[in-house]
């Protein structure tokens, strides 16, 4: 106990000293979690603080799934939704936290419009990166998103002149154009949503079964919805988002 102490107050110190007044107190009781529950570190780049909200990062959760002995990550491309010829990727990865563990899935895509400028080119080991954080923080209980998820969403709030350069350009099928995308971001990083779980929401919401098949319209209502909810009775939200929460007996 007395390590994890100090472990904590380490931590509050460091994060004061790198964001100053943007650290509240909701970021600290959300910070003494992450490292009470999960021993994550800010010195050692395991967290970052972004827009009033905490991100891991993939180092972190590497890091996180080798003190817990994680028995492998198994990693393939989904072929029928990659086209390589226009960058888009995506990728299923699958974390196993011991031989007879039946394993935790996560998916990552990537595309030139959800990317940052600064890695057109990579969108393959963005997707990677993005299933292979979304597995682990699935297998390891990590309730905030990774940094490498957010990709330009987070540019496009850091440096909104240039975000407005960008062509408004449809992700994922008919899901939304920037706009739409940044906000619900925004909501998620605001309130510390669980990005996966919102997303399986939103398709129950939509009535369809992937977020490729909705349209405009659908995710913009979702949207508007989740904003109103989350202002209203976060909890209830909360209670809502973790009902898609996988079966315990997933696991052996």
């Not at 107050?9 to 910070?31: D, E």
């Not at 990537?110 to 393959?124: I, K, T």
């Not at 988002?241 to 007996?249: G, I």
């Amino acid at each position: 106990m007395e390590d994890k102490s100090k472990a904590f107050r380490s931590n509050v110190r460091l994060a004061k000293k790198t964001w100053g007044a943007g650290i509240n107190t909701l970021a600290i009781s959300v910070l003494e979690q992450l490292v009470d529950f999960h021993t994550l570190s800010i010195a050692a780049g395991d967290l970052l603080y972004l827009n009033r909200g905490w991100y891991v990062t993939h180092p972190g959760l590497l890091r996180l799934a080798r003190r817990n002995r994680c028995a492998g990550i198994h990693v393939e491309p989904v072929r029928m939704f990659s086209e390589p010829s226009i960058g888009r990727w995506a990728f299923k990865a699958t974390v196993y936290r011991s031989r007879t563990c039946k394993g935790f899935v996560g998916f990552g895509d990537a595309n030139p419009s959800n990317v940052s400028p600064l890695v057109h080119g990579a969108e393959m080991r963005v997707a990677e990166t993005r299933a292979v954080n979304r597995a682990l923080r699935k297998a390891y209980g990590i309730g905030i998103c990774s940094v490498e998820e957010i990709g330009s969403f987070e540019e496009a709030f850091q440096s909104s002149r240039e975000s407005k350069k960008l062509p408004s350009q449809p992700v994922n099928g008919n899901c939304g154009g920037p706009k739409v995308r940044d906000r619900l971001c925004q909501l998620i990083r605001q309130h510390q949503l669980d990005a996966g779980l919102v997303k399986s929401y939103a398709v129950d919401f939509c009535g369809t079964k992937t977020l490729r098949e909705a349209t405009r319209e659908q995710v913009e209502n979702f949207v508007s919805h989740l904003a109103d909810w989350v202002e209203k009775d976060r909890n209830a939200l909360l209670c809502q988002l973790n009902s898609y929460l996988p079966a315990k007996e997933g696991v052996a």
